[in-house]
């Protein structure tokens, strides 16, 4: 008897979705609550060296820790769904969570829309991200409640496929509460970029002889540029004298506005300084590397990863008596070898583990193997 051939394939990858906010609906969403605030769009803050810094240390870590799945009642590791590792089914998990902290982070909340379910319960089991600027509210008359979204200007069903899961963040987005820090840092760039592009005093010509005409004036103007970019020395008639009215960028202090201004940075998106290289007047000579990360965890991360380990947890995504958790101990908090090995060592002297949880514990394979069906198999 033949052997059927294997008709099953893996199919190219998906095509990626566009992970940007610079695109979209519209340019502010109802759904940010600022809309005719004046806000700074996403796209301009992220100009600024501190906002992208402090930006990309939140979302590239919590988006580098695994998702798991734990038994709420006896905090028991146990098999996550197919969703809990890869949510978009057309890119990796890290780049979801990514952009759902980047959302968090300037927006105040961000956006899942469900694309499948499964069939024995209707929880969900895909998602994709949805941009902000993408996503509007109508909310009822007393603009207390949200009575249903709207994504690209269609209507979304508040459940099942199409619906948006809705993470709240702890604070308000860094574009509502940073936007004058950081559109002062903006304009520091551009004057600092104006100093540097005209390396030369403001100041104007002034005549002490007869009035020129208007098109002569100009074209005296734009010689006396193209001159200046060319060389610094300058030859004036005896009615014409140069008169200065700016401040060269050492006196505007250009270099101690941009510190301070990325440290307010640093502060309004709850980062330590010294770790955008703000702080130069840190007095910390050593730190230890896992103290230093667990303060990270602990004061900057812990707001966005507890905003989406409680909200992947409720009931309509994930069964009652299970939690979904980022691994940060497993991963971000791991200590060196020798320290896990006391740990384990002591764990084992104790009986609370026993070797093949110990070598699970530092992913090794244990022992034998645990399911009967693949040992048949094997034999």
């Known amino acids: 008897m033949g052997l059927r051939p294997d008709t099953k394939k893996v199919d190219a990858q998906y095509a990626p979705a566009i992970m940007d906010t610079a695109y979209g609906y519209g340019y502010f969403s109802t759904a940010t609550s600022n809309v005719g605030m004046g806000v700074l769009p996403r796209d301009m803050a992220m100009q600024v060296p501190a906002v992208a810094r402090c930006r990309n240390l939140i979302a590239g870590v919590i988006s580098s ?6 038994r709420k009642s006896t905090g028991e590791e146990i098999g996550k769904p197919v969703w809990l590792e890869q949510p978009d089914i057309r890119q990796p998990r890290s780049v979801t969570i990514a952009w759902t902290v980047d959302s968090l982070l300037f927006y105040g909340n961000a956006f899942w829309r469900v694309t499948s379910q499964y069939a024995d319960d209707g929880r969900p089991s895909g ?4 941009a902000n600027n993408r996503v509007t509210t109508t909310t009822n008359e007393f603009g207390t409640e949200v009575q249903f979204y709207t994504v690209d200007g269609a209507r979304a069903p508040m459940s099942g496929i199409g619906s948006l899961v809705t993470f709240q963040g702890l604070t308000n987005g860094v574009l509502i509460t940073g936007s004058r820090t950081i559109q002062s840092a903006l304009d520091l760039e551009k ?14 010509i002034k005549n ?12 005296l103007l734009a010689s006396w540029k193209a001159a200046r970019q060319s060389r610094s020395t300058a030859y004036l008639t005896s009615t014409l004298s140069y008169e200065t009215t700016g401040f060269s960028p050492k006196d505007m202090m250009y270099n101690e506005a941009s510190q301070y201004l ?5 502060r309004a998106m709850n980062v330590p300084a010294y770790m955008i290289s703000a702080d130069m007047n840190n007095s910390m000579t050593y730190q230890n590397i896992l103290d230093g990360r667990k303060e990270f965890v602990a004061y900057s991360l812990q707001p966005f990863i507890s905003a989406i380990e409680t909200r992947l947890s409720m009931n309509d995504i994930t069964a009652n008596g299970n939690i979904v958790k980022f691994a940060v101990d497993d991963t971000f908090l791991r200590g060196d070898a020798m320290s ?3 740990v384990t060592e002591k764990m084992l002297n ?7 949880q110990a070598k699970e514990m530092e992913d ?6 645990e399911n009967p069906e693949i040992d048949e198999v094997m034999d």
């Open 191 to 204: 004057a600092a970029n104006v100093a540097a592009s005209t390396p030369m005093p403001t100041g104007y």
């Open 208 to 219: 002490t002889g007869a009035d020129l005409p208007e098109q002569q004036i100009s074209g």
């Open 127 to 130: 998602f994709e991200w949805v």
């Open 340 to 342: 896990r090995l006391d």
């Open 364 to 369: 090794l394979t244990p022992e034998g193997n």
């Open 262 to 266: 990325a440290t307010q940075i640093a």
């Open 65 to 70: 820790l695994d998702l798991e799945l734990y």
């Open 350 to 356: 104790l009986g609370l583990i026993d070797i093949n």
